[in-house]
């Protein structure tokens, strides 16, 4: 069993940054991928990066690639998100997951909630 709780989320302008953490804890949780997801009101939840477990592979959605980028550090067993020149479209409950992009999502937090403001 892997706890995955995200935080960092909040309320910010058009062209701000915010960086959002997922802090993982339970079994072997340093040896998982770990992706990012996000669901905007009406809409159906969506991948927006992913990590290998050691890090060195990456993997972004074309929305957020050259804006978003994803890390890990495996002595703090955290992810992060690092978000910048934010749009009104960015808006969502952001989640992190077990596994590298789509699939073998095995694992999810509660997720935490992005407001990017025109």
């Known amino acids: 069993q892997v706890q995955l709780v995200e935080s960092g989320g909040g309320l910010v302008q058009a062209g701000g940054s915010l960086r959002l953490s997922c802090a993982a804890s339970?079994?072997?949780?340093?040896?998982?991928?770990l992706s990012w997801f996000r669901r905007a009101p009406g809409k159906e939840r969506e991948f927006v990066a992913a990590?290998?477990?050691?890090?060195?592979?990456?993997l972004y959605a074309d929305s957020v690639k050259g804006r978003f980028t994803i890390s890990r550090d495996n002595a703090k067993n955290t992810v992060y998100l690092q978000m910048t020149t934010l749009k009104p479209e960015d808006t969502a409950v952001y989640y992190c997951?077990?596994?590298?992009?789509?699939?073998?999502?095995?694992?999810w937090g509660q997720g935490t909630q992005v407001t990017v403001s025109s």
């Open positions: 990590v290998t477990w050691s890090g060195a592979s990456t």
């Open positions: 997951a077990t596994g590298y992009g789509v699939g073998s999502n095995f694992y």
């Open positions: 339970g079994r072997t949780s340093s040896s998982y991928a």
